[in-house]
């Protein structure tokens, strides 16, 4: 009797794990666009503009001026922490980038990182 009560909890406890489960396990299929047949009966994309572009657009981040920036703003910048920012106000005036090499701690690698962050 007690062997047949502890087969029963395993079946409950393994039917009640799946019933959680099964929502995950699921196939969920992304909606679909249907798309226009053009005069020449080639499919067309439903917005063709959109169809043409590279990639996802990136609106356009304002860059921090290397020469006016404050102490907090240089902080901002991935892998300037507050030391880094003194060096680079100390430095100061930038007529480049690339001049940013000459503050101790500004490697080639941190430099293509700031690039498109930063501005002279």
Known sequence: MERWL????????????????????????????????????????PNPSAALQPGPVRPEVARVNLNTASQAELESLPGIGPALAQHIIEGRPYRSIEELTRVKGIGPKLLERLRPLVTP
């Open 6 to 45: 502890s087969v029963a909890y395993i079946a409950v406890v393994l039917g009640l794990g799946l019933v959680n489960l099964w929502p995950q396990l699921s196939v969920r299929f992304a909606p679909v666009e249907v798309q226009k047949a053009s005069a020449q009966g080639f499919l067309m994309p």
